[in-house]
Protein backbone atom coordinates (compact mmCIF):
# COMPACT_ATOMS: atom_id res chain seq x y z
CA UNK A 1 0.00 0.00 0.00
CA UNK A 2 1.45 3.45 -1.06
CA UNK A 3 1.84 5.92 1.77
CA UNK A 4 -1.22 8.10 0.03
CA UNK A 5 -3.58 4.66 0.35
CA UNK A 6 -2.37 4.19 4.53
CA UNK A 7 -3.14 7.76 4.84
CA UNK A 8 -6.60 7.82 3.31
CA UNK A 9 -7.60 4.59 4.92
CA UNK A 10 -6.31 6.19 8.14
CA UNK A 11 -8.52 9.21 7.71
CA UNK A 12 -11.10 6.59 6.92
CA UNK A 13 -12.12 8.34 3.61
CA UNK A 14 -13.97 6.37 0.69
CA UNK A 15 -13.23 8.67 -2.34
CA UNK A 16 -10.61 7.92 -3.75
CA UNK A 17 -7.37 10.33 -4.09
CA UNK A 18 -7.80 12.57 -7.47
CA UNK A 19 -4.08 13.61 -8.91
CA UNK A 20 -4.72 16.90 -11.66
CA UNK A 21 -3.19 20.64 -11.64
CA UNK A 22 -0.48 20.16 -9.58
CA UNK A 23 -1.49 18.26 -6.44
CA UNK A 24 -3.04 15.54 -5.22
CA UNK A 25 -6.46 15.79 -3.54
CA UNK A 26 -8.66 14.21 -1.52
CA UNK A 27 -12.17 15.29 -0.54
CA UNK A 28 -12.08 15.28 3.53
CA UNK A 29 -16.41 14.96 3.61
CA UNK A 30 -17.36 13.69 6.90
CA UNK A 31 -14.18 14.00 8.89
CA UNK A 32 -12.92 17.24 10.80
CA UNK A 33 -9.64 19.08 9.97
CA UNK A 34 -8.67 18.17 13.46
CA UNK A 35 -8.61 13.94 12.69
CA UNK A 36 -6.77 15.53 9.14
CA UNK A 37 -3.95 17.36 11.10
CA UNK A 38 -3.35 14.99 13.57
CA UNK A 39 -3.22 12.12 10.89
CA UNK A 40 -0.59 14.46 9.17
CA UNK A 41 1.56 15.08 12.29
CA UNK A 42 1.96 11.62 12.89
CA UNK A 43 2.98 10.55 8.85
CA UNK A 44 5.51 13.57 9.14
CA UNK A 45 4.15 15.50 6.51
CA UNK A 46 4.87 19.27 6.94
CA UNK A 47 2.20 22.13 6.72
CA UNK A 48 2.02 24.19 3.68
CA UNK A 49 -1.43 26.63 3.92
CA UNK A 50 -5.04 26.88 4.16
CA UNK A 51 -6.79 28.22 1.15
CA UNK A 52 -10.47 29.70 1.51
CA UNK A 53 -13.13 30.11 -1.03
CA UNK A 54 -16.54 32.09 -0.26
CA UNK A 55 -18.96 30.39 -1.99
CA UNK A 56 -21.90 31.91 -4.21
CA UNK A 57 -25.09 33.36 -2.60
CA UNK A 58 -23.61 33.11 0.76
CA UNK A 59 -23.97 29.14 0.49
CA UNK A 60 -20.50 29.01 3.04
CA UNK A 61 -16.97 28.39 2.41
CA UNK A 62 -14.41 25.87 0.72
CA UNK A 63 -11.64 25.21 2.44
CA UNK A 64 -8.36 23.39 1.09
CA UNK A 65 -5.30 22.22 3.65
CA UNK A 66 -2.23 22.09 1.96
CA UNK A 67 0.23 19.30 3.55
CA UNK A 68 3.81 18.46 1.49
CA UNK A 69 4.53 14.32 2.08
CA UNK A 70 8.03 13.69 1.26
CA UNK A 71 7.90 16.34 -1.62
CA UNK A 72 4.53 15.80 -2.75
CA UNK A 73 1.72 17.89 -2.80
CA UNK A 74 -1.66 17.54 -0.81
CA UNK A 75 -5.18 19.15 -1.19
CA UNK A 76 -7.60 18.43 1.76
CA UNK A 77 -10.90 19.71 0.68
CA UNK A 78 -13.72 21.08 3.30
CA UNK A 79 -17.11 22.76 2.93
CA UNK A 80 -18.45 24.37 5.12
CA UNK A 81 -22.07 25.33 5.00
CA UNK A 82 -21.58 28.21 8.03
CA UNK A 83 -19.14 30.35 8.74
CA UNK A 84 -17.25 28.25 11.71
CA UNK A 85 -14.63 25.22 11.46
CA UNK A 86 -12.18 23.79 13.72
CA UNK A 87 -9.05 25.65 14.83
CA UNK A 88 -6.00 22.97 14.23
CA UNK A 89 -3.40 25.71 15.86
CA UNK A 90 -2.85 23.17 19.09
CA UNK A 91 -1.86 20.49 16.52
CA UNK A 92 0.11 22.39 14.14
CA UNK A 93 1.79 25.68 15.06
CA UNK A 94 2.48 26.60 11.95
CA UNK A 95 -1.54 27.13 11.00
CA UNK A 96 -1.77 30.11 13.17
CA UNK A 97 -0.87 33.04 10.73
CA UNK A 98 -3.13 31.70 8.04
CA UNK A 99 -6.04 30.73 10.41
CA UNK A 100 -5.40 34.43 11.53
CA UNK A 101 -5.59 35.75 8.18
CA UNK A 102 -8.57 33.90 7.42
CA UNK A 103 -10.42 34.78 9.73
CA UNK A 104 -10.07 38.75 9.29
CA UNK A 105 -10.28 38.50 5.42
CA UNK A 106 -13.71 36.41 4.92
CA UNK A 107 -14.71 36.63 8.83
CA UNK A 108 -14.54 32.95 9.43
CA UNK A 109 -14.55 31.97 13.01
CA UNK A 110 -11.98 29.03 13.88
CA UNK A 111 -13.54 27.76 17.01
CA UNK A 112 -10.93 26.37 19.91
CA UNK A 113 -8.76 29.52 19.87
CA UNK A 114 -8.50 32.99 20.40
CA UNK A 115 -7.94 35.23 16.71
CA UNK A 116 -5.48 38.21 18.01
CA UNK A 117 -5.14 40.87 15.46
CA UNK A 118 -2.46 39.89 12.25
CA UNK A 119 -3.50 42.05 9.31
CA UNK A 120 -6.03 44.59 11.00
CA UNK A 121 -5.27 47.58 12.46
CA UNK A 122 -7.36 49.81 15.27
CA UNK A 123 -10.74 50.16 14.14
CA UNK A 124 -10.79 47.67 11.14
CA UNK A 125 -13.34 44.70 11.36
CA UNK A 126 -13.06 40.99 10.14
CA UNK A 127 -14.37 40.36 6.68
CA UNK A 128 -13.66 43.22 5.36
CA UNK A 129 -10.69 42.65 3.07
CA UNK A 130 -11.90 40.31 1.00
CA UNK A 131 -15.20 39.32 1.65
CA UNK A 132 -17.31 42.52 1.14
CA UNK A 133 -17.43 43.31 -2.55
CA UNK A 134 -16.17 47.04 -3.42
CA UNK A 135 -19.78 48.88 -4.12
CA UNK A 136 -19.57 50.42 -7.00
CA UNK A 137 -19.36 54.48 -6.85
CA UNK A 138 -22.36 55.79 -9.28
CA UNK A 139 -20.60 59.39 -9.78
CA UNK A 140 -16.93 60.33 -9.03
CA UNK A 141 -17.58 62.32 -5.99
CA UNK A 142 -16.10 66.21 -6.31
CA UNK A 143 -12.28 66.32 -4.55
CA UNK A 144 -13.36 69.96 -3.47
CA UNK A 145 -16.46 70.77 -2.00
CA UNK A 146 -18.22 73.69 -4.02
CA UNK B 1 11.00 43.31 36.63
CA UNK B 2 10.28 42.90 32.97
CA UNK B 3 9.61 45.74 30.76
CA UNK B 4 8.53 46.36 26.81
CA UNK B 5 10.49 47.49 24.06
CA UNK B 6 9.02 48.03 20.79
CA UNK B 7 10.71 47.36 17.27
CA UNK B 8 9.42 48.86 14.44
CA UNK B 9 6.81 49.46 12.64
CA UNK B 10 9.55 52.11 11.36
CA UNK B 11 12.97 51.76 13.07
CA UNK B 12 16.69 52.02 11.96
CA UNK B 13 16.74 48.01 12.37
CA UNK B 14 14.73 47.56 10.05
CA UNK B 15 14.41 47.18 6.10
CA UNK B 16 10.84 47.00 5.82
CA UNK B 17 7.91 47.91 8.35
CA UNK B 18 6.58 45.73 10.88
CA UNK B 19 6.75 44.91 14.05
CA UNK B 20 8.91 43.32 17.03
CA UNK B 21 6.97 43.91 20.47
CA UNK B 22 9.74 42.35 23.06
CA UNK B 23 9.29 41.90 27.11
CA UNK B 24 12.85 41.85 28.04
CA UNK B 25 14.37 41.37 31.89
CA UNK B 26 17.41 43.80 31.47
CA UNK B 27 19.53 43.09 28.61
CA UNK B 28 17.74 39.62 28.04
CA UNK B 29 14.30 38.86 25.86
CA UNK B 30 12.20 36.89 27.36
CA UNK B 31 9.29 36.51 24.32
CA UNK B 32 8.27 38.34 21.92
CA UNK B 33 4.99 39.36 19.63
CA UNK B 34 4.89 40.12 15.75
CA UNK B 35 2.64 42.22 14.28
CA UNK B 36 2.63 42.69 9.93
CA UNK B 37 0.23 44.23 7.97
CA UNK B 38 1.16 47.75 7.91
CA UNK B 39 1.71 47.58 4.11
CA UNK B 40 -1.27 45.30 3.23
CA UNK B 41 -2.14 45.92 -0.01
CA UNK B 42 -4.63 43.10 -1.01
CA UNK B 43 -3.10 41.83 -4.20
CA UNK B 44 -4.88 38.50 -3.67
CA UNK B 45 -8.26 40.16 -3.88
CA UNK B 46 -6.94 42.89 -7.24
CA UNK B 47 -6.18 39.69 -8.61
CA UNK B 48 -9.71 38.55 -9.28
CA UNK B 49 -10.03 42.06 -11.10
CA UNK B 50 -7.12 41.05 -14.03
CA UNK B 51 -6.75 38.83 -16.93
CA UNK B 52 -4.14 36.11 -17.42
CA UNK B 53 -2.27 38.85 -18.84
CA UNK B 54 -2.11 41.44 -16.20
CA UNK B 55 -2.41 39.23 -13.74
CA UNK B 56 1.52 38.63 -14.67
CA UNK B 57 2.40 41.84 -14.33
CA UNK B 58 0.43 42.05 -10.83
CA UNK B 59 2.19 39.29 -9.50
CA UNK B 60 5.72 40.00 -10.54
CA UNK B 61 4.88 43.44 -7.89
CA UNK B 62 4.08 40.93 -4.98
CA UNK B 63 8.08 41.06 -4.22
CA UNK B 64 11.13 43.33 -5.30
CA UNK B 65 13.63 40.48 -4.66
CA UNK B 66 11.51 37.56 -6.39
CA UNK B 67 9.49 38.78 -9.17
CA UNK B 68 10.62 36.77 -11.50
CA UNK B 69 9.70 33.70 -8.75
CA UNK B 70 6.89 34.79 -8.28
CA UNK B 71 5.24 34.83 -12.07
CA UNK B 72 7.28 31.31 -12.83
CA UNK B 73 4.59 29.61 -9.82
CA UNK B 74 2.40 31.75 -11.42
CA UNK B 75 2.91 31.01 -14.74
CA UNK B 76 3.10 27.18 -13.75
CA UNK B 77 -0.02 26.68 -12.05
CA UNK B 78 -1.81 28.29 -14.76
CA UNK B 79 -0.28 26.20 -17.77
CA UNK B 80 -1.72 23.49 -15.69
CA UNK B 81 -4.84 24.90 -16.32
CA UNK B 82 -4.51 25.56 -19.80
CA UNK B 83 -3.02 22.19 -20.63
CA UNK B 84 0.42 23.64 -22.17
CA UNK B 85 3.81 22.65 -21.76
CA UNK B 86 6.58 25.19 -22.44
CA UNK B 87 9.52 24.19 -24.88
CA UNK B 88 12.97 22.79 -22.84
CA UNK B 89 14.34 25.84 -24.28
CA UNK B 90 12.62 27.99 -22.15
CA UNK B 91 12.12 25.89 -19.14
CA UNK B 92 15.91 26.44 -19.03
CA UNK B 93 16.24 30.12 -19.91
CA UNK B 94 13.72 29.98 -16.41
CA UNK B 95 16.09 27.98 -14.60
CA UNK B 96 18.85 30.71 -15.13
CA UNK B 97 16.78 33.45 -14.45
CA UNK B 98 15.94 31.83 -10.89
CA UNK B 99 19.31 30.91 -10.65
CA UNK B 100 20.43 34.54 -10.71
CA UNK B 101 17.65 35.46 -8.69
CA UNK B 102 18.50 33.47 -6.18
CA UNK B 103 22.32 34.82 -5.96
CA UNK B 104 20.67 38.13 -6.25
CA UNK B 105 18.89 37.73 -2.72
CA UNK B 106 21.74 36.15 -0.94
CA UNK B 107 24.16 38.69 -2.12
CA UNK B 108 22.04 41.69 -1.01
CA UNK B 109 21.03 39.58 2.17
CA UNK B 110 25.24 39.16 3.12
CA UNK B 111 25.56 42.77 2.50
CA UNK B 112 22.58 43.93 5.13
CA UNK B 113 24.00 40.85 7.28
CA UNK B 114 27.51 42.69 7.17
CA UNK B 115 25.77 46.11 8.00
CA UNK B 116 23.97 44.64 11.09
CA UNK B 117 27.03 42.96 11.92
CA UNK B 118 29.26 46.21 11.84
CA UNK B 119 30.96 44.92 8.90
CA UNK B 120 30.58 47.97 6.79
CA UNK B 121 33.32 46.72 4.17
CA UNK B 122 31.45 43.67 3.75
CA UNK B 123 28.62 45.44 2.79
CA UNK B 124 30.25 47.53 0.58
CA UNK B 125 31.80 44.62 -1.14
CA UNK B 126 28.56 42.88 -1.60
CA UNK B 127 26.57 45.45 -2.97
CA UNK B 128 29.39 46.18 -5.36
CA UNK B 129 28.75 42.25 -6.68
CA UNK B 130 25.36 42.34 -6.63
CA UNK B 131 24.88 45.58 -9.35
CA UNK B 132 26.75 43.34 -11.26
CA UNK B 133 24.21 39.92 -10.47
CA UNK B 134 21.98 42.50 -11.69
CA UNK B 135 24.10 43.55 -14.81
CA UNK B 136 23.60 39.84 -15.99
CA UNK B 137 19.50 40.13 -15.03
CA UNK B 138 19.67 42.88 -16.86
CA UNK B 139 21.66 41.55 -20.08
CA UNK B 140 19.29 38.89 -20.33
CA UNK B 141 15.73 40.85 -19.79
CA UNK B 142 16.11 44.24 -19.82
CA UNK B 143 15.12 45.41 -16.19
CA UNK B 144 17.06 44.96 -13.22
CA UNK B 145 14.32 44.74 -10.62
CA UNK B 146 10.58 43.49 -12.69
CA UNK B 147 12.19 41.15 -15.29
CA UNK B 148 8.69 40.25 -17.43
CA UNK B 149 9.99 37.23 -18.29
CA UNK B 150 7.71 34.58 -17.76
CA UNK B 151 4.49 34.26 -19.85
CA UNK B 152 2.24 31.52 -20.16
CA UNK B 153 3.84 28.92 -22.21
CA UNK B 154 7.29 30.01 -21.90
CA UNK B 155 9.50 32.97 -21.39
CA UNK B 156 8.91 36.67 -23.23
CA UNK B 157 12.88 37.36 -23.95
CA UNK B 158 15.46 34.78 -25.47
CA UNK B 159 18.99 34.60 -24.29
CA UNK B 160 20.68 34.76 -27.49
CA UNK B 161 24.58 34.85 -26.73
CA UNK B 162 24.48 32.42 -23.75
CA UNK B 163 28.83 32.41 -24.24
CA UNK B 164 28.51 36.17 -23.14
CA UNK B 165 26.27 35.24 -20.03
CA UNK B 166 28.93 32.44 -19.29
CA UNK B 167 31.90 34.63 -19.06
CA UNK B 168 29.94 37.26 -16.83
CA UNK B 169 28.79 33.94 -14.80
CA UNK B 170 32.13 32.79 -14.51
CA UNK B 171 33.80 36.07 -13.70
CA UNK B 172 31.16 36.77 -10.88
CA UNK B 173 31.20 33.12 -9.32
CA UNK B 174 35.68 34.07 -9.46
CA UNK B 175 35.00 37.28 -7.12
CA UNK B 176 32.94 36.20 -4.82
CA UNK B 177 34.99 33.02 -4.14
CA UNK B 178 37.70 35.62 -3.64
CA UNK B 179 35.52 37.52 -0.95
CA UNK B 180 31.72 36.95 0.30
CA UNK B 181 32.32 33.13 0.41
CA UNK B 182 35.89 32.97 2.54
CA UNK B 183 34.78 35.96 4.97
CA UNK B 184 31.22 34.66 5.50
CA UNK B 185 32.73 30.84 5.93
CA UNK B 186 36.12 31.29 7.78
CA UNK B 187 35.74 35.11 9.41
CA UNK B 188 36.52 35.52 13.04
CA UNK B 189 34.35 38.74 12.86
CA UNK B 190 31.64 37.17 11.41
CA UNK B 191 31.73 33.81 13.33
CA UNK B 192 32.12 35.73 16.79
CA UNK B 193 29.26 37.99 15.72
CA UNK B 194 26.75 34.93 14.29
CA UNK B 195 27.41 31.78 16.23
CA UNK B 196 25.32 30.38 18.91
CA UNK B 197 22.41 33.57 18.80
CA UNK B 198 18.98 33.20 17.67
CA UNK B 199 18.69 29.27 17.47
CA UNK B 200 15.98 27.65 16.14
CA UNK B 201 15.92 24.22 17.38
CA UNK B 202 15.41 20.89 15.10
CA UNK B 203 12.32 20.04 16.13
CA UNK B 204 11.17 23.89 16.23
CA UNK B 205 12.15 24.04 13.03
CA UNK B 206 9.68 20.95 11.62
CA UNK B 207 6.79 22.07 14.34
CA UNK B 208 6.57 26.41 12.73
CA UNK B 209 7.01 24.19 9.55
CA UNK B 210 10.03 26.88 8.27
CA UNK B 211 11.24 26.95 4.76
CA UNK B 212 14.41 27.63 2.76
CA UNK B 213 17.84 28.44 4.66
CA UNK B 214 16.05 28.80 7.68
CA UNK B 215 14.92 25.13 7.47
CA UNK B 216 18.00 24.10 5.94
CA UNK B 217 20.40 25.96 8.59
CA UNK B 218 18.18 23.94 11.46
CA UNK B 219 18.95 20.47 9.89
CA UNK B 220 15.87 20.14 7.64
CA UNK B 221 17.08 19.12 4.71
CA UNK B 222 14.20 20.08 2.53
CA UNK B 223 14.28 21.84 -1.10
CA UNK B 224 11.87 21.67 -3.98
CA UNK B 225 14.30 21.82 -6.64
CA UNK B 226 15.70 18.72 -5.35
CA UNK B 227 12.51 17.10 -4.17
CA UNK B 228 9.91 18.02 -6.11
CA UNK B 229 12.03 19.76 -8.91
CA UNK B 230 10.62 21.97 -11.92
CA UNK B 231 11.16 23.95 -14.90
CA UNK B 232 15.55 22.31 -15.73
CA UNK B 233 15.95 21.20 -12.09
CA UNK B 234 15.76 17.57 -12.64
CA UNK B 235 18.81 17.80 -15.71
CA UNK B 236 20.91 19.88 -13.01
CA UNK B 237 23.11 18.07 -10.54
CA UNK B 238 23.65 20.62 -7.04
CA UNK B 239 23.70 19.99 -3.64
CA UNK B 240 21.26 20.92 -1.19
CA UNK B 241 23.63 22.42 1.93
CA UNK B 242 22.09 21.89 5.20
CA UNK B 243 23.91 22.68 8.53
CA UNK B 244 22.37 21.19 12.09
CA UNK B 245 23.29 24.35 14.57
CA UNK B 246 19.97 26.27 13.81
CA UNK B 247 21.95 29.70 14.95
CA UNK B 248 22.56 32.70 12.83
CA UNK B 249 26.13 31.23 11.73
CA UNK B 250 24.59 28.32 10.21
CA UNK B 251 21.70 30.39 7.90
CA UNK B 252 24.51 32.47 7.11
CA UNK B 253 26.88 29.35 5.87
CA UNK B 254 23.62 27.94 4.08
CA UNK B 255 23.48 31.19 2.06
CA UNK B 256 27.22 31.47 1.20
CA UNK B 257 27.02 27.51 0.02
CA UNK B 258 23.93 27.92 -1.58
CA UNK B 259 25.53 30.82 -4.00
CA UNK B 260 28.56 28.46 -4.94
CA UNK B 261 25.42 25.97 -5.85
CA UNK B 262 23.82 28.65 -7.93
CA UNK B 263 26.59 29.12 -9.56
CA UNK B 264 27.29 25.48 -10.40
CA UNK B 265 23.81 25.08 -11.53
CA UNK B 266 23.86 28.29 -13.91
CA UNK B 267 27.10 26.76 -15.61
CA UNK B 268 25.37 23.49 -16.56
CA UNK B 269 22.14 25.30 -17.06
CA UNK B 270 24.41 27.67 -19.94
CA UNK B 271 26.26 25.17 -21.30
CA UNK B 272 23.03 22.68 -22.02
CA UNK B 273 20.90 25.64 -23.08
CA UNK B 274 18.93 23.40 -26.05
CA UNK B 275 18.12 24.96 -29.34
CA UNK B 276 14.68 25.45 -30.12
CA UNK B 277 11.52 27.87 -29.32
CA UNK B 278 11.02 29.34 -26.00
CA UNK B 279 7.53 29.60 -25.84
CA UNK B 280 4.59 27.87 -27.31
CA UNK B 281 3.17 29.28 -30.07
CA UNK B 282 0.72 32.78 -29.94
CA UNK B 283 -2.87 32.11 -29.55
CA UNK B 284 -5.75 32.96 -27.63
CA UNK B 285 -5.50 30.92 -24.46
CA UNK B 286 -8.47 28.84 -22.52
CA UNK B 287 -8.43 27.71 -18.93
CA UNK B 288 -9.69 24.82 -17.84
CA UNK B 289 -11.91 25.47 -14.85
CA UNK B 290 -10.98 24.14 -11.59
CA UNK B 291 -8.14 24.75 -8.83
CA UNK B 292 -4.06 24.47 -9.55
CA UNK B 293 -1.15 24.66 -7.74
CA UNK B 294 2.38 25.16 -7.97
CA UNK B 295 5.56 25.19 -5.79
CA UNK B 296 8.73 26.92 -6.17
CA UNK B 297 11.97 26.98 -3.95
CA UNK B 298 12.15 31.27 -4.64
CA UNK B 299 15.55 32.30 -2.57
CA UNK B 300 13.54 32.50 1.00
CA UNK B 301 12.27 29.10 0.68
CA UNK B 302 9.26 27.33 -0.78
CA UNK B 303 6.70 29.83 -2.81
CA UNK B 304 3.18 28.17 -3.48
CA UNK B 305 0.21 29.56 -5.95
CA UNK B 306 -3.15 28.21 -5.76
CA UNK B 307 -5.14 29.90 -8.81
CA UNK B 308 -8.95 29.04 -9.41
CA UNK B 309 -10.76 29.28 -12.81
CA UNK B 310 -14.31 29.41 -13.59
CA UNK B 311 -15.53 27.96 -16.69
CA UNK B 312 -15.08 30.54 -19.79
CA UNK B 313 -14.12 33.06 -17.17
CA UNK B 314 -11.79 35.99 -18.06
CA UNK B 315 -10.14 36.61 -14.89
CA UNK B 316 -9.35 34.23 -12.15
CA UNK B 317 -11.88 33.57 -9.23
CA UNK B 318 -9.25 32.94 -6.78
CA UNK B 319 -5.47 33.54 -6.72
CA UNK B 320 -3.95 32.42 -3.21
CA UNK B 321 -0.09 32.84 -2.35
CA UNK B 322 1.72 31.81 0.24
CA UNK B 323 5.06 33.00 0.25
CA UNK B 324 8.00 32.08 2.65
CA UNK B 325 8.58 34.66 5.09
CA UNK B 326 5.06 33.77 5.61
CA UNK B 327 6.16 30.26 6.99
CA UNK B 328 9.63 32.16 8.61
CA UNK B 329 8.65 34.71 10.31
CA UNK B 330 5.89 33.34 13.24
CA UNK B 331 9.51 31.60 14.46
CA UNK B 332 11.27 34.60 15.14
CA UNK B 333 9.49 34.69 18.47
CA UNK B 334 11.45 31.54 19.24
CA UNK B 335 14.72 32.65 17.94
CA UNK B 336 15.11 35.80 20.06
CA UNK B 337 14.11 34.10 23.35
CA UNK B 338 16.96 34.50 25.60
CA UNK B 339 18.72 36.01 23.61
CA UNK B 340 20.39 39.92 24.32
CA UNK B 341 18.49 42.74 22.76
CA UNK B 342 21.70 44.29 20.91
CA UNK B 343 20.99 41.08 18.51
CA UNK B 344 17.52 40.92 17.61
CA UNK B 345 17.97 42.85 14.74
CA UNK B 346 20.45 40.04 13.39
CA UNK B 347 18.59 37.44 14.32
CA UNK B 348 15.28 38.72 12.77
CA UNK B 349 17.64 39.59 9.53
CA UNK B 350 18.82 36.37 9.82
CA UNK B 351 15.89 34.78 8.37
CA UNK B 352 15.99 37.19 5.07
CA UNK B 353 12.54 38.73 6.08
CA UNK B 354 11.10 39.91 3.41
CA UNK B 355 7.21 42.17 4.12
CA UNK B 356 6.75 42.90 0.57
CA UNK B 357 5.80 39.46 0.07
CA UNK B 358 3.71 38.82 3.63
CA UNK B 359 1.95 41.96 3.47
CA UNK B 360 0.84 40.95 -0.33
Known amino acids: MTPLETLRATLGIASPWETQHGASWLDCAGISPRTLAAAMNACGARFITITAYELPESAGFRLEYHWDLAGQLLGFL????????QSI???CEAADWIEREIHEEYALEFSGRACEPLLLRTGDAPGVNLREPIKPVSAPSPEVAP | MSYRIPMGPYHPALEEPYKLEMICEGETVRDARLHIGFNFRGIEHLAETRNYYQVIALMERVCGICSFIHTLTL?????????????PRALYIRTIMAELERLHSHVLWAGIAAKLMGFKTMFMTCFEIREKVMDILQAISGNRVNYSMNRVGGVNRDIEDPHAILLMVQALETEMARTIIPIFTTSATARSRCAGIGVLTHARALSCAVVGPTARASGVPQDLRRDAPYAAYPEMEFDVPVEPAGDVRARLLVRALEIMESCRILRQAIAKLPPGEFHVPEGKLSFAAGTAVSRVEAPRGEVMYSITWKENARNPSRVHVRTPTYANMPAVRWMVQGARLADTPLIQASIDPCYSCTDR
Open chain 2, 75 to 87: CQSMEQLAGLTPP
Open chain 1, 78 to 85: FTLTGNST
Open chain 1, 89 to 91: YDL
